[in-house]
């Protein structure tokens, strides 16, 4: 298994990522704890 398919199933065994596709190509992933800290700061005033 490759190095960064490796980190991806651990990020989603924490709970950290979400796939979202469904399938075993191509998949699409989210994480709403990682968007929430790069969006940190820039709400608007």
């Keep these: 298994m490759a190095f960064a398919s490796k980190a991806i199933d651990t990020l989603v065994q924490l709970g950290i990522a979400l796939e979202i596709t469904g ?9 709403d ?4 800290i790069l969006s940190k700061g820039t709400e608007p005033w």
């Excluded at 399938?23 to 994480?31: D, H, P, T």
């Design 33 to 36: 704890a990682c968007l929430a």
């Design 23 to 31: 399938g075993r190509r191509n998949r699409l992933f989210v994480s």
